[in-house]
């Protein structure tokens, strides 16, 4: 079946510093993938929606400079995460859509970020 | 916008009957979906209901009323696996077709 891999999968970083986290459709091409963000006993909330070759969608309250993403290819996305400070420190998960309008949608299997 | 309401936990019994229920509020609704979510781990499909009705996959089922803004999960024969989060997600077609997910319950399962 269709497979959407992340990585990495665990990542420590500095505060202060940057770090990009991939997310990749394996065997299918994804034209929208999404990226949401999961604090720990909470829910997972959508951070923005990555369309191939167009800017990001940012959801209310997600800031676009600070979470840079980039879709350059049918099967990439990227989510960077810049300047990044302690309270950045979360489970990322992206996902990919199936086609172009389906609701067939795969996840990654998320990324671990913790900023020391 | 999107208002999903779960229970935040659940308990049950091994070998019963648990149904968790998810209500919702959202402008464009395409659909919902349940996923099953172990601690660190990224979700899991469950099933996907677009149209009013009850879904039946094996232990799983998943009913959905849309006029009421209404679903629930029924696991059935609860095993001790079964233990995770279980996250509701509508799908609102209104922008890019997210998914928007509720909060998660999370169901403990006991011997």
């Known amino acids: 079946g269709a497979v959407v891999s992340q990585h990495p999968s665990r990542v420590i970083c500095k505060s202060g510093t940057s770090v990009k986290i991939e997310c990749r459709s394996l065997?299918?091409?994804?034209?929208?993938m999404f990226w949401y963000r999961q604090f720990p006993k909470q829910s997972l909330m959508l951070m923005a929606t990555s369309n191939e070759g167009s800017k990001a969608t940012y959801e209310q309250g997600v800031e676009k400079d600070k979470f840079l993403i980039n879709h350059a290819s049918l099967t990439l996305s990227t989510l960077t995460v810049t300047s990044a400070h302690p309270e950045d420190s979360s489970f990322y998960i992206c996902?990919?859509?199936?086609?172009?309008?389906?609701?067939?949608?795969?996840f990654g299997e998320g990324s671990w970020l913790t900023v020391v | 916008g999107q208002n999903i309401d779960q229970p935040t936990e659940m308990t049950a019994t091994e070998g019963a009957i648990v149904q968790i229920n998810c209500t919702y509020q959202t402008s464009g609704f395409n659909g919902l979906f349940w996923y099953q979510q172990h601690a660190g781990e990224a979700p899991t499909f469950l099933s996907y209901n677009v149209l009013d009705g009850l879904e039946e996959k094996g232990r799983f089922s998943s009913f959905l009323s849309r006029s009421k803004g209404y679903s629930y999960l029924l696991l059935k024969e609860l095993q001790m696996k079964d233990s995770a989060s279980y996250l509701c997600?509508?799908?609102?077609?209104?922008?890019?077709?997210?998914?928007?997910f509720g909060t998660g319950t999370r169901l403990t399962v006991i011997p």
């Open positions: 996902s990919a859509r199936l086609g172009s309008s389906g609701n067939t949608i795969y």
């Open positions: 997600a509508v799908c609102d077609q209104t922008g890019a077709n997210n998914l928007f």
């Open positions: 065997d299918f091409q994804a034209t929208t």
